[in-house]
């Protein structure tokens, strides 16, 4: 079982970036998905979350209205779609698998970088 | 917004047991989740649901809550231990996650 994230880079402010995350072992669309970030020498902040129907989509302030989480069940991939992006989104983007009714994260993926700078 | 509040770093020397805390309001509530990230790496959930632990993690690993308290116990520490832990709830007041500030811990 393991996720692996793809797709950062630098980027200006304003710009977007889609990053991807890849499971194996599992079936992505059985699961609760998440994508959290951490800004350099930062703690860890959860900014999407993506039930397993599909249907039900949930985003921290500080990304909604610019960041949308999807899914491509066939090719058993997450995507996180990053918009209008600011310096402030500079960051290792995480996804990780929920477990359970409380979203424990219980599966990571290695991180993605993405820099947002002019 | 729901907060929770850890310590910023603990010490503790080897062989010793380590307790980093987790507070928040009406906790008790809550199941509570604890990540361990080693420097470079990814973080791994080393607790669930308050008390339960992911297959492959050491029964020096356990959480417990008591108030509005949730503590994540290492016992008899080892040098390969130190990290941040981070504990994380589900709000479902508001549909986030939450994550504390993180705890360093570090191994005398």
């Known amino acids: 079982v393991q996720l692996e994230e793809s797709g950062g880079g630098l980027e200006q402010p304003g710009g977007s970036l889609r990053l991807s995350c890849s499971a194996s072992g599992f079936t992505l669309s059985n699961y609760d998905m998440n994508w959290v970030r951490q800004a350099p020498g930062k703690g860890l902040e959860w900014i999407s979350f993506l039930k397993s129907s599909g249907r039900t989509r949930y985003y921290a302030d500080s990304v909604k209205g610019r960041f949308t989480i999807s899914r491509d069940n066939a090719r058993n991939l997450l995507y996180l779609q990053m918009d209008s992006l600011r310096v402030e989104d500079t960051a290792v983007y995480y996804c990780a698998r929920g477990l359970g009714n409380y979203n424990a994260l219980d599966v990571w993926g290695q991180g993605t970088t993405v820099t947002v700078s002019s | 917004s729901y907060v929770l509040t850890q310590p910023p770093s603990v010490s503790v020397a080897p062989g010793q047991t380590a307790r980093i805390s987790c507070g928040g309001n009406?906790?008790?509530?809550?199941?509570v989740h604890w990540n361990q990230q080693k420097p470079g790496q990814a973080p791994v959930l080393v607790v669930y649901?308050?008390?339960d632990r992911p297959s492959g993690i050491p029964e020096r690993f356990s959480g417990s809550k008591s108030g509005n308290t949730a503590t994540l116990t290492i016992s008899r520490v080892e040098a390969g231990d130190e990290a941040d832990y981070y504990c994380q709830v589900w709000d479902g007041n508001s549909d986030v996650v939450v994550f504390g500030g993180g705890t360093k811990l570090t191994v005398l």
């Open positions: 009406y906790i008790a509530t809550k199941s």
């Open positions: 649901n308050d008390d």
